[in-house]
């Protein structure tokens, strides 16, 4: 059985770092593409970062530069380090994945709240 738990969200000031953790279990993460989402209110699930099993991450235009998705293979644990955080980060953060024949995982999500 997959599952994917997210920690490390939280209220932060603008300019401000948080680093979330996505531990999974039920697959093993450096063989899969994992992904990191976000939903704002209001606002349709987005996909902020993914981490392949070979090559580069992707990063969405919006977070480029400041976001960094990183996985510890020793911890089937996936990570997204968010450097510079700005207001409009504020949102639900989801780890994601995919299964062939069994379709997506989600995790339960971390709120990330970034004032002003």
């Known amino acids: 059985q997959v599952q994917l738990v997210e920690s490390g969200g939280g209220l932060v000031q603008a300019g401000g770092s948080l680093r979330l953790s996505c531990a999974a279990a039920?697959?093993?993460?450096?063989?899969?593409?994992m992904d990191w989402y976000r939903q704002a209110p209001g606002k349709q699930r987005e996909l902020v970062a993914r981490i392949f099993s070979v090559g580069g991450p992707y990063y969405a235009d919006s977070v480029k530069g400041r976001f960094t998705i990183a996985r510890d293979n020793a911890k089937n644990t996936v990570y997204l380090q968010m450097n510079s955080l700005k207001p409009e980060d504020t949102a639900v953060y989801y780890c994601?994945?995919?299964?062939?024949?069994?379709?997506?995982?989600w995790g339960q999500g971390t709120q990330v709240t970034v004032s002003t």
């Open positions: 994601h994945t995919y299964s062939t024949g069994t379709g997506n995982y």
């Open positions: 039920g697959i093993i993460v450096s063989s899969k593409i």
